[in-house]
């Protein structure tokens, strides 16, 4: 972790969760790293931790990493490559919208990436060396892009424990749009529908099931940093949306015109795909579900997930389905489906009220 | 437990969870019940747990339930009804959908129901007498159903501890179109539409988070029973995709014209809506939410649970977020505000790593 006058040289800005996990992951392999934050008591913290060693940007910096809120990422990378001749630099950044930035940022010493890591924690304090060990990081080469660039951003990745993927920007910002960005707004359409049906008498949401609440969880969050990123990949999200929209109108037209077929198609090759979203340590035809009536007490989730323990069986997903009163609910629990049955049992045996999905 | 001669009489068509749960809750309540099924090994099941004391329907009695998919209710119902002359006879059902069988069944003896309990187990083996305390059962009455046959589903339904809420068959078909089948045709589309997208590549849906897993879950599930769900409650249906296809025209036309404000606008009143669904123990604002990472190992989940648990702290909402390589993830506790810092310094006390949201 010490630094000699030999070692490389990154300048990080913007130090939140990604640039001071940058940091400390390029630290721990030899690199020595600077940053910046345009706030100054995330910058005197990121010193105080050494997750930087100092603040200037310096003409010997190998390796820049630009990564700040995706509107001024243009901005900063152009002056970063502006201001440095060096013409082994490379520059790159962590936006999760691409196709505005790489249009913008001309210079082949660019190449934009998107780490798909970290969302589960947030800021300096949740930085952590390995956070992309094993991580799927996108990089959005174009034209321009020196295959030098390329090769050299791709080395500094792997060395630090990341999956690299190379796909276009476009096809980056299409994925993101639909498995990201719209579904806040699907999300958002749906309980404000269900809340306008429901208008007369709102405890008829009460009806909702499990579903309902699944679809429109996201919908829950704070709705003020969703704006700033549609608007940032417009264009992906425009077509995603018209997509889906004819997606809706065929269905309802199948359903007006007594195409059953239609409908079951659709859902059918749904649930395939679903099944098979990759991201499980098992795949899903190895998991058996179970469902466990539960109290609303504390304890009794100890003695459900105490009893896998006590038998090795590993709990793969979780999840609280409540009842609508809130008095208790079902617990549904993906376990290895060698040890459903055994595991249900010894649930029965507990007193717990077991079903088999 | 035991009938008199001069206990009332109920029969129930349709012996699984739901029918042999009104069956199991009115003996317990001293009724003589009956009742048959198509199933003859379930009918030979129910009458060896005494679950019903016969098969046969006599003109003596007061209550019939049709408890069998929704396709067969209103035949079923009007057989009932032709074929028993007593006035004070009550035919009541439990489909999920009640518009088109209360067009149907055009008696005053009848009255449409909906039981929302009981999704979570399944057949007679799931009954339980207790099947409908605390739960809310929604009544359909017409202005055909006499207020007498009102009024004695009412009793009896709240001596069986249900919650009784009537509302008109339309306006329960519009809110279960919205909050339950139109989400499962949502879900399908978005899980289609990213399929599309990430063909070329499909490890590419690794890139989806959380909130796509959410979105699609019900996707998964078999969608075998859905094409009759949704023709039973197809105009509905029809108008819930209409308004939803609106809304999301709404959405992009407001990011083509720039209108930021009807996107926040959207996003704000969904985010309002979504904290005030109803049905949990404790209100949102009195919940905070705890993110810890955790290894996929047995008992990972065990050492978490048995520490609320050992500090009293009662969990009200869990959910793994899968690392998008399986390797680990990330669970999203649900705890009470006022125990939540306790329990996050214990946690971290312990060992893990722990994030506030």
Redesign the interface.
Known sequence: MTTSPNSRRAHVVGLGLIGASIALALRDHGWSVTGSDSDDTIVASALERAVITGTALTPEVDLVVVATPAGVVAKIAIDVLAKLANPDLVVTDVAGVKGSIVSLVRDERFLGGHP??G????GLS?A?ADLFQ???W?LTPTDRTSPTTYSTLHGILREIGANV?A?SAD?HD???A???H?????????????????E??????????G?????????????GI??DI??EN?DA??Q??????G???T??EA??E?E?DV??E??????S??????????R?EDLAYL?V?VS????V??????S??DL????????????????GG?LLLAVDAQQYQMFGEALSALGF?V?HE
Chains 1, 2 share one sequence.
């Open positions: 798909m890591a969302s589960e924690l947030r949740g952590r094993e991580t799927t996108v993927v796909i096809d299409r994925l993101v639909i498995a990201s719209v579904p806040h707004l699907l999300a958002g359409s749906l309980m404000n529908e269900a809340s306008r049906v429901a007369q008498d709102a405890v008829l949401l009460q009806l909702a099931a579903g309902f609440r699944d679809m429109t969880r996201i919908a829950a969050g704070d709705p969703w704006p549609l608007f417009r999200v425009v995603s949306l018209e997509a889906l929209e997606r809706l109108r269905l309802r359903l007006l007594d059953r409908i079951l659709s859902l059918l090759s749904a649930a795909a679903r099944r098979q979203l990759p991201g499980r340590a098992l899903t469902r009536k609303d007490e504390p304890g989730l100890a003695r459900v997930t105490r896998a323990s090795s069986v590993n709990i793969y997903d979780i999840e609280i389905a409540h009842g609508i009163e809130g008095t079902t009220q079903a």
